[in-house]
């Protein structure tokens, strides 16, 4: 197991290099110091790699929500710091972050068993946002809103729409975005 973890990192790494379209199973073997039969071995080659990126992004973003769960924090406190780790990746590893939200650009599929992964670890944000107050039943469907507008923020920065702006600027702004979304949950209902 501890090298099929090394050659994920490995291809993390590369991946941010050479971009997804450009990742080879080659490329990984040369940067790992192996040949390229191990990594077959492993991952029965490049898309059971991207398979395992695929998976090991969202396991990311699951444990960053499950912690910020166990901190103590409120609940809102939570979602912001698990919305934190989401933007991290976005802006740190953005051909990973490609690979996880937009793969089928480049030709990628995930298999039905990394998917499952992938949403059983979002529904650990999911758990986040049900403890919100004002949540009450639509955890699934705020959550879902939540990411799509985390999402599109990212979206359009890595197509560069928008006005320029520092990267801890452009975090600042979604981050004020989703707490504008929180103040609207929370607020009292008024009738017309």
């Known amino acids: 197991m501890e090298n ?8 993390a790494e590369a991946i941010e290099d050479v971009s997804l379209e450009g990742l080879t199973v080659r490329e990984v073997a040369r940067r790992a110091k192996q040949s390229t039969i191990g990594i077959y071995r492993h991952f029965k080659g490049k898309p059971g790699l991207l398979d395992a990126l695929f998976v090991r992004g969202f396991e990311r973003l699951g444990a960053a929500a499950s912690a910020a ?17 989401y933007l991290a990746l976005a802006r740190s590893q953005p051909q990973h972050y490609r690979l996880m939200f937009a793969a089928q650009n480049a ?56 006005p320029t702006m520092d990267p801890s600027e452009w975090t600042g702004r979604i981050k004020r975005s989703v707490e504008r979304q929180l103040d609207l949950l929370s607020a009292p209902a008024t009738s017309d």
């Not at 769960?69 to 780790?85: I, Y």
């Open 4 to 11: 099929r973890d090394r050659l994920i990192d490995v291809a």
């Open 69 to 85: 769960g166990a901190s103590g924090r409120t609940a809102r406190e939570a979602v912001l710091e698990a919305v934190d780790e």
């Open 107 to 162: 030709g990628f599929e995930p298999t039905d068993t990394a998917r499952g992964i992938a949403l059983a670890n979002y529904d650990r944000f999911v758990e986040l946002v049900e403890r919100l107050p004002g949540a009450a039943g639509e955890g699934r469907r705020i959550a879902t809103d939540l990411f799509a507008l985390v999402h599109g923020h990212v979206a359009l920065r890595a197509q560069r729409f928008g």
